[in-house]
């Protein structure tokens, strides 16, 4: 259909939007459409290191006013961290410690098992943060 946007270009649209500094465009449209937690692993997996900032601040925002759906990514953060580069695993580390459930703490204690020492300095610094 004429008009609509495929998912590949949207996420490229939500990459672009971090990269810019736009989290609380990102914000509502996370808000309004839960299908997006799927594709935050994906996301991830991009070479601007603001975007992966931006999804670290944007589920900061999202754990305060809309702690609900965050566990939503979790599928995805766990994909990226059994499979994606380092620097992707590292990210999927950090983000699963500010979602913080149960299951979100065991992919983060997997990760200090990681055949990157960067990961698992992220893993041990997520763990230890949160006590």
């Known amino acids: 259909m004429k008009g609509e946007v495929s998912d590949d270009e949207?996420?490229?649209?939500?990459?672009?939007?971090?990269?810019?500094?736009?989290?609380?465009?990102?914000?509502?449209?996370?808000?309004?459409?839960?299908?997006?937690?799927?594709?935050v692993g994906t996301i991830l997996d991009d070479e601007r290191f603001n975007v992966r900032l931006g999804i670290s601040v944007l589920f900061e925002e999202l754990k305060l006013r809309h702690p609900q759906d965050l566990p939503l990514a979790i599928p995805s953060l766990l994909k990226a961290l059994a499979s994606g580069p380092p620097h992707v695993r590292g990210e999927a580390a950090a983000v699963l410690g500010i979602i913080g459930?149960?299951?979100?703490?065991?992919g983060v204690r997997r990760a200090l098992h990681d055949v990157s020492p960067q990961v698992v300095e992220v893993a041990r610094d997520v763990l230890e943060e949160i006590g």
């Open 101 to 106: 459930t149960p299951q979100a703490l065991d």
């Open 10 to 39: 949207l996420k490229t649209v939500i990459g672009d939007f971090l990269e810019m500094g736009h989290v609380e465009n990102i914000f509502e449209m996370f808000k309004r459409e839960p299908l997006y937690y799927d594709w």
